[in-house]
């Protein structure tokens, strides 16, 4: 008896922390060592538990049929039990591994019941308890009803979820369950998830997750991974969602999980599908799809249903929808209706409702249409913006262009909506991915119309809506992102030393990514924004405007064209296909980047600059030269897109010596441009490490400024700097820098004691008015879709800050110190920083690639 349950223990141990193989070898060899036994009392009673663990996990593992089996031969050995209240205790802990599986089956509302039955049966004994009394009864009642908070919550029942999990967790409380904290604030983040609070699912999972990291519960922690990564897909950050996702992999296939393994890919061709990767998307979910199918598992049907929204798109890309398409999606809709899955059947109906608008059976779209009811409240943002764009591409159909534009600017009011609960400037940049087509489509038909007020219009609603909100003033600092990000900062600097010496790096690195992984979603809660500006109007633009001009590019339909405001007058060009334009940009970058080293050969600057120049001359005669009937020699402010945004407009031949302005938007120049002017004359110098020229420099500069305040060699800290950055009208930085293209908030300068990094802006309580970085690439931003621009001067530029001076190449040393040197003088004559800045780059515009960002 005795060996029979010291193996029963280490099976159950070994079941929850999700090693499935091994608990079934274990309790197996219980099993084996308990029929040896005399039959009697306890040694059904010890039987029966290790059938009902068993049970569990040879389900994980090959499915239903046999963990039923297991469970029946537990309840015969308990019908032999005498003692009633250890027949109903036993029987309680098969209902709940029973309501287990049958959730694990993807079938939530049937696990409800059986979950309510151990409740029911243990209740009125568990509450009766104190702290430490029976722990394994009260742990189990704990789990079970964090369990039934999860099936709730999977079936939408938010009322009943919130109840069984704030209960859970004040039990976990009272009898020091500490261990079981994270399954309730996970189940929690379930609730928030389904009920649409993605911000606060996010935090509740990140509550999770620092438990399950401090513990090392690897197993736990992949598959919190999962809701974590489907949150995330929820608000569209596909690659943070594919980073928990390829973390969480290697722990499952370690630990040989089953169906999660299979959710894993699910999830994964997801993200695929929202990025655009439809024959990635459809292999994944195939892939999923026929492992669950094997499982006997109804989750089946969501890689079905990601199969054929991804099937279903390519064949709208390229106009082959056939009838057998429409049919897989209606049949798909009834077995996931009748499977309690009432938002995916919706939107599976309304996959099938597009493919008829584009066969051009209007008739039959409509009326599967009218099958599918307005929005519930806890409807998922992408289908709310799914079923949006049925009704636009319907009425288009149906020649109302007038209804299909309601449907899209209905849709991208509630995206809005969304967006104004989120936190983070990375959760409101990724929202945009949600509004992507219809904003397409609303650019296309004001196109076509050639109505160039409309199409301003539409322009400011759908583009950089990151940089529409009001920073609050007073921002209390998060300790917890503070002590991440200097944790990132001393690994930073960590792999720099060991670089240099020769020392290996990999495990810095892997502890790098991690906390910056951690700093970024800390950022996503503890940036805190003001309530969003309305979007600016033709004629508040006009009337800032005065005598310059405003350009703004647009992308539509493989076409570049221009809204050109000027004079009073809003007019459209059209500028042909936009390819060579963008290619020529990105070739301009590189050439740039090439010409940057202070003292290149000769022959390569000769060979280089000729590629810079001819790549120059291309953009100009694309987009600058048809608009000079328009602009004539306004100072311009412009409104990029796409690789555009790298463009420094000084190079361009009509635009030498000419002041230029870049903005995000017309809505963004506007609030920076209209910002009260700074109440102080501070002015801050600082000189970062390993500059050639950095010294002279500084002290040249400091001679322009009275007063100035002179941050180097030691002194020039990140700590030093933020705290001179907060409420500093001018500040100039000379220190190398760097963009990150993959995670644009950790886009960095390099200090004294490691990088000041663009997340760390957003603790400023009064950002500063004006800051030229005189450093490399710090202009540069990471494009989502809808335009959303992000990187450090981009973070600045969010925070309140009305000017950014800032190279989007490469710059040497020398080069960067003349040109600020130039800049300041002009500066400190009384020049407004566009003039000054185009003043010195017109003496060597190939070396000095910087931008204007902001006001101007």
């Not at 049966?121 to 009766?128: G, I, L, N, S, Y």
């Not at 029976?134 to 079936?155: H, I």
């Not at 007019?571 to 050439?591: C, I, M, N, P, Y």
């Not at 302005?661 to 490490?689: F, I, N, Y």
């Amino acid at each position: 008896m005795e060996r029979a349950r010291e193996l029963f223990e280490k099976g159950w141990a070994e079941q929850a922390e999700f090693r499935f193989p091994s608990a079934i070898r274990l309790l197996k060899r219980a099993l084996t060592h308990i029929d040896r036994v005399e039959p009697g009392q306890e040694r059904a009673a010890t039987r029966a538990r290790i059938l009902y663990t068993l049970g569990l996990c040879q389900g994980e593992t090959s499915g239903m049929a046999v963990a039923v089996e297991a469970f029946d031969a537990a309840r015969r050995d308990i019908a032999t039990i005498e003692d009633a209240a250890t027949r109903t205790i036993l029987n309680a802990g098969v209902d709940h591994n029973h309501g287990l599986m049958v959730m694990r089956m993807g079938q939530p509302e049937h696990a409800v019941p059986w979950f309510t039955r151990f409740i029911d049966a243990v209740e009125h004994e568990v509450e009766q308890m104190t702290p430490g009394e029976n722990g394994a009864l009260v742990q189990g009642f704990v789990r079970t009803l964090v369990n039934r908070g999860f099936a709730q919550a999977a079936v939408r029942k938010s009322a009943g979820a919130i109840a069984d999990l704030e209960r859970g967790i004040g039990l976990a409380r009272k009898h020091e369950l500490h261990h079981l904290y994270h399954f309730g604030l996970h189940a929690l983040g379930n609730v928030h998830k389904q009920s649409g609070d993605l911000a606060v699912a996010l935090r509740r999972y990140e509550e999770a997750e620092r438990i399950l990291r401090a513990d090392d519960q690897r197993a736990l922690l992949a598959r919190l991974q999962f809701d974590q990564a489907e949150a995330m897909l929820m608000i569209g950050l596909s690659d943070e969602a594919g980073q928990h996702l390829d973390e969480a992999l290697p722990v499952m296939r370690k630990e040989k999980f089953g169906q999660e393994i299979a959710e894993v890919e699910m999830f994964r061709a997801s993200a695929a599908l929202l990025d655009g990767q439809f024959d990635l998307a459809r292999r994944m979910a195939k892939r999923s799809e026929r492992k669950l199918v094997r499982r006997g598992s109804t989750w089946w049907m969501m890689a079905g249903l990601i199969e054929l929204w991804a099937h279903g798109r390519h064949a709208m890309r390229t106009r082959r929808v056939s009838n057998a398409l429409v049919l897989k999606a209606l049949t798909l809709s009834d077995e996931l209706a009748a499977n309690h899955l009432v938002d995916e059947s919706r939107l599976a109906l309304l996959l099938a409702a597009r493919l008829e608008v584009r066969r051009g059976r209007l008739a039959e779209a409509e009326e599967l249409l009218r099958r599918v009811p307005g929005p519930r409240a806890v409807t998922p943002l992408d289908h709310r913006m799914q079923r949006r764009l049925v009704l636009a591409e319907l009425a288009l159909a149906k020649g109302s262009r007038r209804a299909a534009l309601v449907h899209a600017r209905k849709a991208l009011d509630e995206l809005g909506r969304v967006r104004d609960q989120l936190g983070g400037l990375e959760l409101v940049s990724a929202t945009a991915v949600h509004g992507r087509e219809l904003s397409e489509l609303a650019i296309k038909l004001v196109l076509e119309d050639a109505d160039a007020r409309r199409l301003f219009a539409w322009l400011e609603r759908t583009r950089a809506q990151t940089y529409r909100y009001e920073p609050l003033e007073s921002v209390e600092n998060n300790n917890e992102v503070a002590e991440r990000i200097s944790e990132v900062r001393n690994l930073s600097w960590a792999i720099l030393r060991h670089g240099l010496s020769g020392q290996p790096t990999a495990d810095l690195r892997a502890k790098l990514v991690k906390a910056q992984r951690e700093a970024n979603r800390l950022g996503w809660h503890s940036q805190r924004w003001g309530k969003p500006r309305p979007v600016a109007g033709v004629a508040e633009v006009i009337a800032e405007l005065g005598q310059r001009a405003m350009v703004s590019f647009v992308v539509s339909g493989g076409e570049m064209a221009a809204v050109v405001v000027a004079g009073g007058r809003v007019s459209l060009v059209r500028l042909g296909a936009a390819a060579e334009a963008l290619e020529s940009a990105q070739k301009l970058h590189f050439d740039l980047n090439a010409l940057a080293p202070d003292h290149l050969p000769a022959p390569l600057v000769q060979v280089i600059g000729l590629s810079a120049h001819k790549q120059a001359d291309r953009l100009d005669a694309l987009l600058v030269k048809p608009l000079a009937h328009l602009i004539g020699d306004r100072e311009l402010v412009v409104v990029p897109t796409g690789e555009l945004y790298a463009v420094p407009w000084g190079v361009l031949p009509s635009l030498h010596g000419r002041p230029v302005a870049t903005a995000p938007s017309a809505t963004a120049w506007l609030a920076a441009a209209q910002a009260g002017k700074p109440r102080t004359d501070r002015v801050l110098v600082v000189e970062g490490p390993g500059l050639l020229f950095g010294h002279g420099e500084v002290d040249r500069l400091a001679t322009h400024h009275e007063n100035a305040t002179v941050l180097s060699g030691d002194a020039a800290t990140a700590s030093e700097v933020l705290a001179h950055l907060d409420g500093a009208d001018l500040v100039h930085v000379a220190a190398h820098g760097e963009h990150e293209t993959e995670n644009a908030l950790f886009s960095r300068l390099e200090l004294a004691d490691g990088p000041l990094f663009a997340h760390e802006l957003g603790r400023l309580r009064t950002p500063p008015a004006h800051v030229v970085l005189a450093a490399c690439e710090l202009a540069l931003n990471r494009i989502r879709p809808g335009d959303e621009a992000l990187g450090f001067a981009g973070a600045m530029l969010a925070g309140g800050t009305r000017t950014v001076v800032a190279a989007a190449s490469k710059v040497g040393d020398e080069a960067s110190a003349a040109a600020m040197a130039d800049y300041h003088r002009a500066l400190a004559a009384g020049a407004a920083p566009a003039v000054a800045l185009a003043e010195a780059m017109a003496k060597d515009p190939f070396r000095r690639p910087f931008l204007c960002l902001g006001s101007g």
